[in-house]
């Protein structure tokens, strides 16, 4: 089906397998910094499907989670905590198979030392405040229990998740 990238005015741009570009689309009238793509969604027989997550915003550090169709319309939106990431390069967003299940989820660092999970429907189904600057994040499951991997500039902490609500 071709590639989406991100133009230097925060449109999405997808370029076809023939090598043409369609036209840019402008998501939530903000600027798109990053373009996430996951094995998040679930199609109707529940087998996994990627799925597209944006972050965007129009001033510095005012940001929001918008969640893409495949056609680049903007499904869902939520808003991050302000700020920027300054203690070192991360990639933000990560997805999760926190079920060990055919669903997976979104998760997201925010510059206030939060992570946020989310469905790819958008509904956002827990969050954690760690309070430090984060500079990594991964998961794991270990025996049946989900574990969410923090890392900071001075350590790297396996959060065990209990009695988490994920459906």
């Not at 827990?126 to 229990?145: D, N, R, T």
């Not at 209990?162 to 459906?167: F, K, R, S, Y």
Request: without cysteine; proline residues 7%.
């Amino acid at each position: 089906r071709g590639v989406v990238a991100v133009d230097a005015r925060g449109r999405l741009v997808r370029v076809g397998a023939d090598g043409a570009a369609r036209p840019p689309v402008e998501v939530d009238g903000s600027r798109v910094q990053t373009l996430h793509a996951a094995p998040v969604g679930v199609t109707e027989a529940l087998e996994p499907a990627g799925a597209l997550l944006a972050i965007a915003g129009e001033a510095l550090g005012r940001t929001r989670l918008v969640g893409i169709s495949q056609d680049l319309a903007p499904r869902w939106g939520h808003d991050l905590p302000d700020g920027i990431h300054r203690d070192g390069p991360i990639e933000p967003v990560v997805w999760a198979d926190l079920l060990g299940s055919r669903r997976r989820q979104w998760l997201v660092a925010a510059p206030d030392g939060s992570v946020t999970i989310a469905w790819d429907d958008g509904r956002i189904v827990g969050h954690y405040a760690h309070g430090e600057p984060i500079v990594g994040l991964s998961s794991f499951v270990s025996g049946g229990v989900p574990h969410i991997v923090i890392a900071t500039r001075t350590a790297v902490e396996a959060l065990r998740m209990e009695d988490i609500a994920l459906d």
